[in-house]
């Protein structure tokens, strides 16, 4: 029993490793989240977490990793901010035998390239968004304003691709206006003025689908500016399930949001002590749940419990 008790336990030991985390900045309300559950992560289980704040910056990434590999760190976590872009890095960390784990977002690269991936069905996250939308608006007819990610990132093309998917075959349903925002509360609050100014009559604009809950938020300021009721007059759906959304939701101004867990580094770790401890080579995809919350979901509740837990 006791030599069973052990070798469980050193399975899930990663103290004493040295993991360098490149981050890709702090754009979202998520995103501090997830740095915060990492660091926590890392301290719970005794793991020297090297981290690299990249400013939203590939190249910062890039350079970052070079950094890690040079320090010879046991192992490297990154959250890729864009998709292309990261065959010669991942190739020096694989000569230099340093796992790598990708934290949220994916790459365009060989999968030998990386241990694992830690994300969510990022294409799931846009169905679910977008069958909400259908099942809220009927035979309605519903033009949507879309407010995407970062540019060239996974999950702004996926969950853009996962929404039309739901929206497709329902004609009374069109999307009229799409752009990015970055991710950010600031661009989300700018480009739903621009595209409210875009419309003939901003009451023709019936939801907005926002591919995370910051610019959601930007959205919905825009919409209160423009002396629209947000969730009423425009119905504002998402992806994140912050704190932030919660209130809003709970203030009648949002209608729906998915979940993201910012525990990404939790499973990581996990994959990390199994492949330390034998050689186990994890799923190539670690998939995360994506849970749709709407105001029948205790926003209230919803928002006091992320609040607890430090978000
Ligand atoms: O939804 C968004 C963040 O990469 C999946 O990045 C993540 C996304 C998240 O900034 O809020």
């Known amino acids: 029993l006791a030599t069973a008790l052990s070798s469980a336990v050193l399975a899930q030991d990663v103290s004493g490793k040295v993991i360098g985390f490149s981050q890709i900045g702090s754009e979202s309300g998520w995103r501090a989240a997830e740095t915060a559950v990492t660091r926590q992560q890392a301290e719970e289980r005794g793991v020297d977490l090297k981290f690299a704040d990249a400013q939203q910056k590939q190249e910062n990434q890039i350079k970052a990793i070079r950094g890690f590999i040079a320090q010879g760190v046991d192992a490297i976590l990154v959250a890729p901010v864009v998709a292309t872009g990261w065959d010669d890095v991942l190739a020096e960390a694989k000569e230099a035998e340093i796992p790598v784990v990708l934290l949220d977002r994916g790459v365009d690269a060989p999968e030998d390239l990386y241990l694992t991936s830690v994300a969510s069905d990022q294409v799931k996250e846009g169905r679910v968004a977008g069958e909400w939308l259908v099942e809220a608006v009927g035979d309605e007819d519903c033009n949507v304003v879309e407010l995407q990610g970062t540019v060239g990132s996974t999950p702004a093309i996926n969950r853009k ?151």
């Open 161 to 311: 691709a996962g929404f039309e998917e739901a929206i497709a075959g329902h004609d009374n349903i069109t999307i009229s206006q799409s752009q990015t925002g970055d991710f950010t509360r600031s661009k989300g609050k700018e480009v739903m003025e621009a595209f409210i100014k875009a419309s003939n009559n901003a009451a023709d604009i019936c939801a907005v689908y926002a591919h995370n809950d910051d610019m959601a938020v930007g959205a919905i300021q825009a919409i209160k500016d423009a002396g629209l009721k947000p969730g009423e007059d425009i119905l504002v759906v998402s992806i994140d399930a912050v704190p932030d959304i919660f209130s809003a939701i709970a203030a009648g101004e949002a209608n729906a949001t998915v979940e993201l867990t910012p525990n990404m580094a939790g499973p990581a770790f996990d994959a990390l002590a199994a492949y330390w401890a034998d050689g186990t080579e994890p799923e190539k995809f670690i998939i995360t749940e994506s849970k749709l919350y709407t105001a029948d979901s205790d926003p209230q509740g919803e928002y006091e419990r992320r609040k607890d837990l430090g978000y």
